[in-house]
């Protein structure tokens, strides 16, 4: 369990947040200069904060008051950052290696099960700049593993990498939510990773919560997100009963079926699928004749407008709520205000297979 | 060669070889302290130091070597307690080492800095996480990757050491076997009516060691760059 509250002052940004995060992958979602990196940093002990405490279990890390500030290499925080910092005069084996001889005692994962969990036995031998981006960030992730950290931190870990490598490194993670008993801060800004990763999301916003929670809850309420978000997104819980043979998957929530494009998982599946705001299109009236096989009934929560054109809408319906992004134009000609009974309506292509997981 | 080279410029040659050697051994430790203290510190006094560091480089070599003559001669305090130690440096061999030692030191310390410089502080916050100490960050990244440039401030250090002539021959003086490296032989050739051929025969060796020592670094710097950024393990 981490646990940690940050007063921090950089010229004009102010940080001052507290929050717990426990086993599995905590994840600061926030644009760029939201201070997200900002708090990892100040777990790993590269930056000091100006006040606050972290600690992590019976660990304290970081207490002024008093007078604990461990140094970074004190601290047991594993760290994986974006461009994989992999020591470019050592095998990978030494990179490796690296962190185990400073563990002392603690109980420590086994080198063979952390090279054969990451794929990554043929590549002992090689040098880091023989390495794709993808392989460079499974060796970042055995090297810290390996120093047997109490707490793993991650600053975009796929954000240098392209999609093919990003789907390449996603389940690696997704083992290590589900595998390791350690809280794992996992900073990122794109939504289809935090849905797919995240157990608890914290949205930053200049260096405040914005908001905590699942993400499914998180990413469905319109005031959690930044209203011109082109992000956006509610995130559904459901599962899969069928695997139809013209291609289409069908999930199921509350006896409301969803057709999405052709799943590899097993039926019985609970899984999370992320719908993006600006895919869903809204109906007053139940519409005929649609080649869109996804018409959702339901009704308006909450409307939320910026000074954009777009219109963030929540819809609450039996699958859970759903999140549309339309002009300010479209709701006003539909009259569409709270309380209203519309129809969302999404085509199966419309989503995107690594918005599910 | 050797019915060219007479007792007294092999003895020149050997001399110089062996201060060379000894100056850049012996300072480097120094010059790498000074060099990474320059390069990753911040602290009050930073900018004395580091005028302290140029200093050898844009004083006249006599006023170094008389004021090394000033601090370590055999009559001042400091000489008289070093000589008790058996480190005595007035008139001899170890005198030509200090003052060829003072005089690289800008050199090597400035070669040094930028290669530390270089070295990514990010991978040194990496190594932190992983648990490593500041001191195992040094030894087992920072001093590694910065290897090329350590060697090149070695090299021009030995370079250096190896023309010394002003500071040597006023801490020092030009004695036979103890004092008179290449340059100050040369010097002692010139000053005598048939000293010409000897001096161009040392010449010629100084020239070919600048240029054996410019090769071999050139080859050492290349494979180090080959293993630090390397291809294969």
Redesign the interface.
């Known amino acids: 369990m981490l646990d940690l509250r940050l007063r921090h002052q950089i010229g004009a940004f102010s940080l001052d947040l507290n929050f717990q995060a426990a086993r599995g992958i905590t994840a600061l979602f926030g644009r760029s200069g939201a201070g997200k990196t900002t708090v990892i940093n100040a777990v790993a002990g590269l930056i000091t904060p100006d006040d606050g405490y972290i600690r992590v279990g019976d660990m304290d890390l970081f207490d002024p008051a008093r007078g604990i500030n461990l140094a970074a290499h004190e601290r047991q925080a594993g760290y994986i950052f974006q461009e994989a910092r992999l020591f470019p005069h050592l095998s990978v084996a030494k990179n490796l290696r690296y962190g185990m001889r400073y563990r002392s005692a603690r109980p420590a994962p086994n080198f063979a099960d952390i090279v054969e969990m990451l794929g990554i036995g043929h590549l002992l031998q090689r040098r880091p700049a023989m390495l794709s981006g993808g392989e460079k960030q499974r060796v970042a992730i055995g090297r810290a593993l390996l120093a047997a950290p109490r707490i793993l931190l991650a600053d975009e870990p796929l954000a240098a990498l392209d999609e093919a490598r990003k789907q390449e490194i996603l389940p690696y993670f997704e083992r290590l939510r589900d595998e390791m008993d350690i809280p794992i801060l996992y900073v990122s800004h794109a939504p289809t990773e935090v849905t797919r990763l995240a157990t608890e999301v914290i949205t930053i916003e200049a260096g405040r919560i914005q908001a905590q929670g699942r993400p499914s809850k998180v990413f469905s309420d319109p005031h959690s997100l930044p209203a011109g978000s082109r992000e956006a997104g509610a995130v559904i819980e459901a599962t899969l009963t069928a695997h139809h043979a013209d291609g289409v998957s069908e999930l199921r929530n509350a006896d409301v079926a969803l057709f999405v494009p052709r799943l590899s998982g097993d039926l019985g599946q609970k899984l999370q699928l992320r719908i993006a705001a600006h895919e869903v299109i809204l109906a007053t009236q139940k519409p005929q004749d649609l080649s869109a096989l996804n018409v959702i009934e339901g009704t308006i929560h909450s409307m939320r407008s910026g000074d954009g054109p777009a219109v963030l809408v929540a819809v609450d319906t039996k699958l859970g709520r759903i999140l549309a992004r339309v002009t300010r134009r479209s709701a006003h000609l539909l009259g569409l205000n709270e309380g209203r009974a519309v129809y969302a309506i999404l085509k199966t292509l419309s989503v995107a297979r690594e918005d599910i997981g | 060669m050797s019915n060219l080279l007479g007792p007294a410029e092999w003895a020149a040659i050997a001399l110089s070889l062996k201060v060379s050697f000894w100056a850049t051994l012996a300072s480097l430790p120094f010059a790498l302290w000074a060099a990474y203290l320059l390069a990753r510190c911040n602290f009050f006094g930073k900018q004395i130091l580091n005028a302290a560091v140029h200093l050898p480089l844009i004083l006249p070599p006599v006023v170094t070597g008389y004021v090394l003559l000033l601090a370590f001669g055999a009559q001042t305090p400091l000489g008289q307690a070093l000589a008790a130690l058996g480190l005595g440096f007035a008139f001899h061999w170890t005198g030509a080492a200090l003052a060829a030692a003072v005089m690289a030191f800008p050199l090597m310390v400035r070669a040094i800095r930028l290669s530390l410089e270089a070295v990514d502080p990010?991978?040194e916050?990496?190594?932190?996480?992983?648990?490593?100490?500041?001191w195992?960050?040094f030894a087992?990244?920072t001093l590694?990757?910065s290897l090329p440039g350590v060697l090149t401030g070695a090299i021009l250090g030995f370079a250096k050491a190896m023309g010394e002539f002003g500071a040597t021959i006023t801490f020092v003086s030009n004695i036979p076997n103890q004092t008179r490296t290449i340059p100050s032989a040369i010097y002692t050739f010139l000053q005598q009516p048939d000293g010409e051929q000897g001096a161009l025969i040392l010449v010629a060796v100084s020239i070919f060691i600048a240029i054996l020592a410019l090769v071999l670094s050139e080859i050492l710097a290349r494979a180090l760059s080959k293993?630090?950024?390397?291809?294969?393990?």
Do not use: E, F, N
Request: cysteine-free.
């Open positions: 990010k991978l916050d990496a190594a932190r996480s992983l648990g490593a100490p500041p195992a960050v087992t990244l590694p990757l293993r630090i950024g390397g291809r294969d393990a």
